[in-house]
């Protein structure tokens, strides 16, 4: 008897209606993520580049920041990089801003441009690395730009940093 009922609970709890049982998604996870989405669709379409991450820094659930980054499979200028990094950042602050549930969540409202991050990784056409003086990665981060390129032989890491001041 005790086999049949062992056997009957792994059954509803692996079974496609388990999810009405088990799982209650929090209301704040769920904004966070609503947020974090249509941020990433619309850059995606505006900019034709690819959402591979997302995050969030939430110690305690009190929201610090929030966090996109993409895939780019063209070369950048410096001022494209600038252009997708300030528009989807922006963007971003604005509608984690407009949420009535993030709102009572943040560690500090409102928030700023220092309290989102937007990660430009940047291949060529064919999909492969970019080399100097090509920019491999661009980002914005904490209200300052970065810009970064590859040796060609390197393994690992960056050879050389450029950074910018964020200016609205």
Same mark, same amino acid.
């Given at each position: 008897?005790?086999? *049949? $009922? ?7 709890? $692996?079974?496609?209606?388990?999810? =009405? =049982? ?24 505006? =900019?034709?580049? %690819?959402?591979?991450?997302? #995050?969030? &820094? &939430?110690? #305690? ?12 499979? %063209? &070369?950048?200028? %410096? ?12 963007? *971003?602050?604005? @509608? ?14 409102? $928030? ?11 291949? &060529?056409?064919? #999909?492969? @690395?970019?080399?100097?003086?090509? $920019? ?13 390129? @590859? ?18």
């Amino acid at each position: 008897m005790k086999l *049949l $009922f062992c056997i009957l609970m792994i059954g509803l709890y $692996f079974s496609p209606c388990s999810a =009405f =049982f088990w799982s209650k998604q929090d209301p704040i996870e769920v904004e966070i993520y609503s947020v974090l989405n249509g941020v990433a669709k619309e850059a995606e379409k505006k =900019f034709n580049i %690819r959402t591979i991450g997302t #995050g969030i &820094s &939430s110690p #305690g659930w009190v929201l610090h920041s929030l966090s996109l980054d993409f895939q780019v499979e %063209r &070369s950048l200028t %410096r001022e494209e990089i600038k252009t997708i990094c300030k528009y989807t950042a922006c963007l *971003l602050r604005d @509608r984690a801003n407009a949420s009535e549930i993030l709102r009572k969540q943040m560690f500090s409202y409102p $928030f700023t441009i220092k309290n989102v991050t937007v990660c430009l990784f940047i291949k &060529s056409k064919n #999909g492969d @690395r970019l080399f100097d003086p090509e $920019f491999c990665v661009g980002e914005l981060r904490s209200g300052i730009y970065e810009f970064l390129t @590859r040796e060609k032989g390197a393994k690992c890491g960056y050879n050389n940093s450029y950074e910018e001041e964020f200016v609205e």
